[in-house]
């Protein structure tokens, strides 16, 4: 366990290479709308705010180690926050977004206080039941919510008809947001989450508040997935009981465990496996639930470090080799 | 409220927490023994009550087709939950919790799926069986007969699955794995076979569950999700890894649902999730489990 905890923590080390890389990547995104369609510029779009999404999911599970089988609870907090203040509130798109993560940060408080009372296997169950909870609130609030019918014309901007304008948008808003996160688990506070994550005992007899900062991880975590819910709302003009319910955490989950927990890029990675998979095999069958469980467990089985881990491994094993 | 209305929801919410109570047990004997907490619970209760629709629904014209189905269905859920624990979680036991946690929502995908391609989307119904159909007078008031047979099936198999756990040399192996397992190991006990046993008699329960309730209810999808939430509310409050447990906390619940569903339709299902909460803050670990 040891052992491979510190190679993974190295895995998430900064270097020369990996700043050029995600230059190119950055450049590569910046001159996108110039070389894709509208329909796959929408994918593109839709892939940064579930990579944002992944991300935020990944400061519990991959660097706190607390399973959540609850993210899509607190991603539609900050979809219907946004969508029903725009909505029904007359509120302007600015204030609204703003208090997405706000309101899913207060949620995830809440939430999280009563789950982390319990650890490892209640903690799991205690987060699938509160996101069924708001689940249940979202379908069965009708004046509000709009009930199972969502929410359908949220008043958006102009400006984000305009499927090249949503993108620089949305594209601006995740890199922010991951620049973030990217600071926060490489921090003093990141690495105390990710000593929890290996050994929540010896981390709490050095005198560490185990409990509040795994509640502070969720929080974290919390107003991420509520500006992604809330990115997601303004990017479709709607909302609706699905963004809470419990296949839409499979989702990330399985984004997550595709690119591989224990690597910053992990989730991004994974949102675009993910996003040409579901595109390819929808494509083929009607069943895509079916082949996309079968491919979790043969990652379980055959590939558990996810894409990003394997590759890492894999260039760790050929320069060790080189030297 | 009336004498009348109070004894029939309370008999609506026994009936229902016996049978929640069959799922639960499952749930909670896999946890106590394998350690994987096992999403996938509710999945095999849905299959079980697909199975046991397809059968009444091939044997139509046999009498006592119901009975086969009760007898049949389980086997073949116990059947795929052997198939599951060899193949795909003896493989993952050293490896963290967290793909364990995974696997088991993997499998609750495809169940569906594959349910799904199987049955379609449609509602099915299994009617009562002989001889439990109609009503019998009790207190003034008329009580369909299925409902006592299913409360009393609650504390027969609680019974039993005492009595198989403590007086038998198969609970015997049973409870020497969940105590030390490396230890009851080295003592000639085959823990694998232990390992797929516990988990078949678990798959068995939820199968049987499936196959009692349609009668009462309807077959369908989602009820996969529906019902494993349910039993993730009774653990909680009963404490997991705890048989008793689950007796108390499926009996809680039901009597809250069916008392929630008379009182406040619209907000029933908001119920449990109080009782949970409410739980968690008084007694974090339930109200029969002990702090970890």
Redesign the interface.
């Known amino acids: 366990m040891t052992g491979a905890g510190m190679n993974r923590i190295s895995l998430l080390g900064t270097s020369p290479r990996n700043g050029t890389m995600l230059l190119g990547v950055m450049i590569v995104m910046v001159a996108l709308p110039y070389l894709l369609g509208q329909s796959w510029l929408s994918i593109t779009t839709e892939m940064l705010i579930l990579a944002l999404s992944a991300s935020a999911l990944n400061i519990m599970?991959g660097y706190t180690?607390m399973?959540s089988?609850g993210p899509a609870g607190m991603y539609a907090v900050g979809a219907y926050t946004t969508g029903v203040l725009m909505e029904k509130m007359g509120w302007g798109m600015l204030p609204a977004t703003l208090a997405a993560p706000v309101m899913a940060g207060l949620v995830g408080a809440l939430v999280g206080w009563?789950c982390v009372?319990?650890?490892?296997?209640?903690f799991?169950?205690?987060t699938?039941?509160f996101s069924?909870?708001i689940w249940?609130v979202v379908f069965?609030w009708y004046s509000v919510t709009g009930g199972d019918d969502g929410l359908v014309s949220v008043p958006v901007p102009d400006f984000f008809f305009e499927i090249t304008n949503c993108y620089y948008f949305m594209l601006a808003v995740v890199s922010v947001c991951l620049f973030i996160i990217w600071k926060i688990v490489n921090s003093p506070f990141g690495m105390t989450l990710q000593a929890i994550r290996e050994n929540p005992n010896r981390v709490e007899f050095i005198g560490v508040n185990v409990k509040r900062y795994q509640l502070a991880s969720f929080v974290i975590s919390s107003v991420f997935l509520g500006i992604a819910g809330s990115m997601f709302c303004v990017f479709s003009g709607s909302a609706f009981p699905d963004y809470a319910y419990?296949v839409k955490s499979?989702d990330m989950?399985?984004i997550c465990?595709l690119g591989g927990?224990y690597n910053f890029f992990g989730p991004l990675v994974g949102t675009v496996v993910y996003t040409v998979l579901t595109k390819v095999i929808s494509g083929y069958t009607m069943?895509w639930?079916?082949v996309?469980?079968?491919i979790?467990?043969l990652i379980?089985?055959a590939m558990?470090k996810g894409v990003v881990g394997t590759l890492a491994n894999y260039w760790a094993n050929r320069k060790s080799a080189a030297a | 409220m009336t004498f009348e209305s109070f004894a029939g929801q309370a008999l609506a919410g026994v009936s229902l927490g016996m049978v929640w109570f069959l799922i639960a047990a499952g749930l909670s004997i896999i946890?106590g023994t394998l350690k994987v907490?096992n999403?996938a619970h509710g999945s095999l209760y849905m299959l079980g009550s697909f199975c046991c629709y397809q059968v009444t629904v091939s044997l139509a014209g046999v009498p006592g087709n119901f009975w086969l189905a009760v007898l049949v269905a389980p086997l073949v859920v116990a059947l795929v939950g052997g198939i599951i624990e060899v193949f795909?979680l003896r493989?993952?036991y050293k490896?963290e919790?967290?793909?364990q946690?995974?696997?088991t929502?993997?499998?609750?995908?495809?169940i569906?799926?594959?349910c799904?391609?199987i049955w379609g989307t449609g509602y099915h119904s299994v009617k009562v069986p002989w001889p439990f159909q109609g009503s019998v007078a009790m207190f003034g008031l008329s009580f369909p007969i299925y409902n006592l047979f299913l409360i009393a099936m609650g504390p027969l198999v609680f019974i039993a699955l005492r009595t198989l756990i403590n007086k038998t040399n198969l609970g015997r192996n049973i409870r020497a794995v969940t105590e030390n397992r490396e230890m009851a190991n080295a003592l000639g006990t085959n823990v694998p076979q232990v390992y797929t046993g516990v988990f078949m008699l678990g798959a068995w329960l939820a199968g049987l569950a499936g196959s009692l309730w349609p009668p009462v209810s309807v077959v369908m999808l989602g009820s996969d999700?529906a019902v494993v939430?349910d039993c993730?509310?009774i653990?909680?409050i009963g404490g997991?890894g705890s048989l008793a447990g689950a007796f108390v906390g499926a009996l809680i619940l039901g009597l809250t649902t069916a008392f929630g569903l008379y009182l406040i339709p619209?907000?029933a299902?908001?119920f449990g999730?109080i009782l949970?909460?409410i739980i968690?803050?008084i007694r974090?670990y339930g109200l029969m489990g002990e702090p970890?």
């Open positions: 599970l180690g399973v089988f009563f009372r319990r650890s490892a296997v209640y799991a169950l205690l699938l039941a069924q909870i249940t069965q419990w499979a989950l399985v465990l927990i069943h639930h079916l996309l469980g079968g979790i467990v379980i089985l558990r | 946890f907490l999403l795909l493989p993952i490896a919790m967290i793909y946690y995974i696997l929502f993997a499998l609750v995908l495809i569906a799926e594959a799904k391609m999700m939430i993730f509310i653990v909680v997991l619209k907000l299902v908001a999730f949970m909460i968690l803050i974090p970890e």
